[in-house]
């Protein structure tokens, strides 16, 4: 299999794309990169900063963000979510962050997953598969990730708030002008709600 191969990996929030990425990539030792941390990290330094997210300091941000900033192990909680989805609908924060993404996998390939990446940043993407689930089901798998309690009382309410969030996450990134979130024409689509993680690996190498 061609080493400098790409595959793009699209999906809603909290469906299991960065999970798919991460096993594809290293079941065909290729680079991976979760290009949502990029506007996470974004996101992150905007607050830092406290810049307005339609400011200039917020453009160039993007423009001098390293690995270090993407690497950073507070971003991914619900303030972070917000904000992420806020960042990423800047056109000049998408057009600042769009070559980095592009040079990533100049050299031996990548699988890379996020939102518009075999719509916009790879078109011409050697596979691009479209994850997808249920807001309910997805809710469930991101309560698991953030609780310390898996007893909670108050779980269900919980779930139910994350859900209400992730809706509206989605109404944000499919609505916005610049790359809304949709499949690409050409692109597989693989629905999660009755698949255990494997089971999404095994039908994804199969489409490969």
């Known amino acids: 299999m061609s080493k ?3 595959i793009a990996i699209d999906g809603y929030s909290g469906v299991g794309k960065g999970t798919l990425a991460k096993a594809l990539a290293d079941k065909l030792s290729l680079p991976y990169l979760d290009t ?3 506007y996470r990290a974004v996101g992150r330094k905007m607050l830092d900063a406290g810049l307005s997210v339609d400011s200039d300091g917020v453009v160039q941000i993007a423009e001098e963000l390293t ?3 993407w690497m950073r192990n507070d971003l991914r909680t619900p303030e972070i979510d917000k904000v992420a989805s806020q960042v990423a609908a800047q ?3 998408r057009a600042a962050l769009l070559d980095m993404q592009r040079h ?4 031996q390939g990548v699988v890379m997953d996020g939102r518009d990446i075999g719509t916009v940043i ?3 993407a050697d596979v691009k598969l479209f994850v997808t689930a249920s807001a309910r089901v997805r809710a469930e798998r991101r309560w698991l990730q953030y609780t310390t309690n898996p007893n909670d ?4 309410e919980q779930i139910k708030q994350i859900e209400v969030e992730l ?3 989605d109404e944000a990134d499919a609505s916005r002008a610049v790359a809304p979130l949709r499949p690409a024409e050409d692109a597989h689509i693989i629905d999660t709600d009755h698949l255990s993680a494997n089971e999404v690996l095994v039908k994804a190498l199969e489409i490969i």
Do not use: E, H
């Open 153 to 156: 009382p108050a779980k269900a």
């Open 67 to 69: 690995q270090k900033d």
């Open 104 to 107: 990533f996998a100049t050299q």
């Open 167 to 169: 809706m509206q996450r």
């Open 122 to 124: 790879f078109p011409n």
């Open 91 to 93: 056109p000049k924060v």
């Open 36 to 38: 949502g941390l990029l």
């Open 4 to 6: 400098n191969l790409i």
